[in-house]
Nanobody
Framework: VQLVESGGGLVQPGGSLRLSCYAS????????MAWYRQAPGNQRELVAT???????YYEDSVKGRFTMSRDNVNNTVSLYSNSLKPEDTAVYYC???????????WGQGIQVTVSS
């Protein structure tokens, strides 16, 4: 199983980024997918989820600014991040999991830095 994130980098406050995560080695359509982030000195926190059926959840601080989507043909999830703030700076992780089980896979993480 491999989850590979891409699309991170340095962006100015108010800017946008698109993060992508490509999954291999799993039956992608059967997994719930999630984005987490971890800022220095903080615990890893949930950012957004999309269920195998397409239901979405967003953490309050990103509602209205971030949009998550999935492509079951290309085994990819994306996180469109708009109106970025310095407090969005973190390492962002992709997660694939099966609800109500211990099955959970992680990507290696990708840095997003919001700074002028």
């Amino acid at each position: 199983v491999q989850l590979v994130e891409s699309g991170g980098g340095l962006v100015q406050p108010g800017g946008s980024l698109r993060l992508s995560c490509y999954a291999s080695g799993i039956t992608f359509r059967g997994y719930d997918m999630a984005w987490y982030r971890q800022a220095p000195g903080n615990q890893r926190e949930l950012v957004a989820t999309i269920s195998s059926g397409g239901s979405l959840y967003y953490e309050d601080s990103v509602k209205g600014r971030f949009t998550m989507s999935r492509d079951n043909v290309n085994n990819t999830v994306s996180l469109y991040s708009n109106s970025l703030k310095p407090e969005d700076t973190a390492v962002y992780y992709c997660n694939a999991n099966i609800r109500k089980t211990t099955v959970s896979y992680w990507g290696q993480g990708i840095q997003v830095t919001v700074s002028s």
